[in-house]
């Protein structure tokens, strides 16, 4: 697999097995897709097929349809991260506003964008995923916090602020912690700087237990699961996508080739044509260009051959 000079070759030994990869949308050089959301079959003002994409630098919410048309769903003034559904055919998105503050900013279905709550506290909010009913977790990717936001009451609480989910230094433009998902009673998160996914206990009453390390030396930024737990991540700088199995063995299933060069996230798909494929953001690798220079930013399905894993 081919990287940028300097990086760690924390993939050097990995095996490969490559999945059928199908570039779906395409986008401008310095486009960055940060992450992407997939509405269950029947949801409503949604069509079957339809993705959600992030364009973050310019705050826009692309929706792309099955049959690969591109359109602004929304306009987030300032910057969008995460991206995730609510129960009233809504989106909820992380962010900034464009006084570089941290928002939580609400989509309706017809794309109106209201903000719901200003984060003076947090600085970097990033990936975001659901706990249960109207509450989510969203990763603060320089403070090394997550955060629990109740969309319903309007509140936000540090849900756990750890080491493991904080940058080497203070200095590190690298985010912390970024992705989260949970899978079954854990959350994991990916720390990219400290190259760590992290695995969390989930109580009963739905708080944090002690976080442990669950994989080193892999480069994550975000990942979703699938019924059995694979790990599906998207590497980023290392422009690739692995499989990581519940025992921590990792495979790299899309390089360079694949048109994955700036992975960012990852979603399955949610019809029965492609519940067993995964679709892939990236930003064309903007953060660390390869030898070629920035390419344009993609959505890239891959066929894993299972299902994704939902609460």
Known sequence: MEISAGLPPIY????????????IASFPVNTFL????????????APDGTIFVTNHEIGKIICITLDKRQYIHANVEGKVSGLAFTANSGLVATGWNTDSVP??????????????????????????????????????????????????????SIWLEHSLLARRTAESHIPGASGLKRFNDNLYVSNTDKMLLLRIPITAAE??????IFIEQTNIDDFAFDVEG???????????????????ST??????????IGSTAVAFGQQESDRTAIYVV???????????????ATVVRLEVGKAGYHL
Do not use: C
């Not at 694979?230 to 921590?248: C, D, E, F, K, Q």
């Open 207 to 212: 708080e944090p237990g002690e976080p442990e």
């Open 12 to 23: 050097a030994d990995t095996p490969i097995e490559l999945a059928s990869a199908q570039v």
């Open 282 to 296: 990236t930003n064309g690798g903007m953060f660390l260009p390869p030898p070629t220079g920035v390419v344009p």
């Open 103 to 156: 928002v939580i900013s609400l989509v309706a279905s017809d794309g109106t964008v209201e903000t719901l709550l200003k984060l003076p506290d947090a600085i970097f909010l990033n990936g975001i995923t659901p706990l249960s009913g109207t509450r989510y977790l969203t990763a603060d990717s320089y403070r090394g916090a997550i955060w629990q936001i109740d969309i319903a009451q309007r509140r936000a």
């Open 34 to 45: 940060e992450n992407l959301a997939i509405p269950p079959v029947g949801y409503a003002y």
């Open 230 to 248: 694979n790990l599906y991540g998207a590497t980023h700088i290392y422009n690739s996508v692995v499989r990581i199995a519940p025992n921590g």
């Open 251 to 260: 495979t790299i299933i899309a390089q360079a080739e694949q048109d994955v």
